[in-house]
């Protein structure tokens, strides 16, 4: 079998993740401010931004990792052991590495479950309970999914049953060509 590479250097990633960030918060909280009201949203969004938001920031990270392992361990009948879990110090972000073949299809839902339990879920819910911290929440949480939707986005062209490997160093996976036969 032969492979190609779809991933992303920690520096590239890290830049197309900021660079989301606006926009992304113009998108989302950006709406909530324009239909609630900005001073509604920074007087709630204000009281986050001392100690407790370094802890849910923390939780949110580990419970980030844990629902890409978990999703992937469920989807693929693996257990515990088909996952490691690691910090790179050249992109300063965390990571789960998967490390068996799967199929596109379940990498890109183990991909993009953080974002939307941590991040769609609470911006959905801000706009019917009418709370400005559950929309930063959700904003920050989907932006901290900002390489999970770089790499959803880098799967788009590929067959949903064609099977990848999550890549052990980079963000992204390796493309597992199946051999042709003559």
Not at 13 to 32: C, D, I, K, T
Not at 156 to 162: G, S
């Amino acid at each position: 079998m032969s492979s190609n590479e779809l991933t992303l250097t920690g520096l590239k990633l890290n830049l197309w993740v900021l660079f989301l960030g606006a926009p992304m918060w113009l998108l989302v909280s950006g709406f909530y401010v324009y239909t609630f009201g900005g001073s509604h949203y920074w007087k709630e969004v204000s009281h986050l931004m001392d100690a407790a938001i370094i802890f849910i920031l923390i939780l949110g990270i580990v419970m980030h990792e844990l629902l890409h392992a978990t999703t992937w361990m469920i989807l693929n009948r693996k257990g515990f052991r088909s996952v490691s879990f690691g910090f790179n110090s050249y992109s300063f972000t965390p990571y789960t590495h998967f490390r068996h073949p799967m199929k596109v299809w379940k990498y890109a839902i183990g991909g993009a479950m953080p974002g939307l339990l941590m991040g769609l879920i609470p911006l959905l819910l801000s706009y019917f309970l009418k709370s400005a911290i559950l929309n930063f929440i959700g904003f920050l949480f989907l932006w901290t999914a900002g390489g999970d939707i770089v790499s959803l986005w880098m799967l788009r062209k590929l067959n949903v049953n064609q099977l990848v490997l999550d890549h052990p160093d980079k963000m992204g996976c390796i493309v597992i060509e199946p051999e042709i036969k003559p």
